[in-house]
């Protein structure tokens, strides 16, 4: 079973910066995408940013600008730097990976991040 945890959630001011990490493991890392998403509750579970396995970028325009997606293949993990907070990125950050190998998706348990104002 792929597991995904994550890590680097918390309370932080608004303006302020926090790096979100999760670690995977059970799954050859290095050839699959990665993503992080958020949820607030009420809503539906969106998607922040994606990196593929070649380090290709994306982001939703909410974020752009502010958050940078990373990866590093020799340690197994994704990371989330989010700069420039506001109350409206509160939710719950959630790591997911599908796997291109033997199928299936994936989601970690979910890190709290609260911005206040």
């Known amino acids: ?35 992080w998403y958020r949820q607030t509750p009420g809503k539906q579970r969106e998607l922040v940013a994606a990196i593929t396995s070649g380090g290709i970028t994306n982001y939703a325009d909410s974020v752009k600008g502010r958050f940078t997606i990373s990866r590093d293949n020799a340690k197994n993990m994704v990371y989330l730097q989010m700069n420039s907070l506001k109350p409206e990125d509160t939710a719950v950050y959630y790591c997911n990976v599908a796997d291109i190998m033997y199928g299936g998706r994936y989601w970690g348990q979910g890190t709290q991040v609260t911005v206040s104002s």
């Open 1 to 35: 079973q792929v597991q995904l945890v994550e890590s680097g959630g918390g309370l932080v001011q608004a303006g302020g910066s926090r790096r979100l990490s999760c670690t995977v493991s059970r799954i050859i890392f290095s050839i699959n995408a990665m993503s």
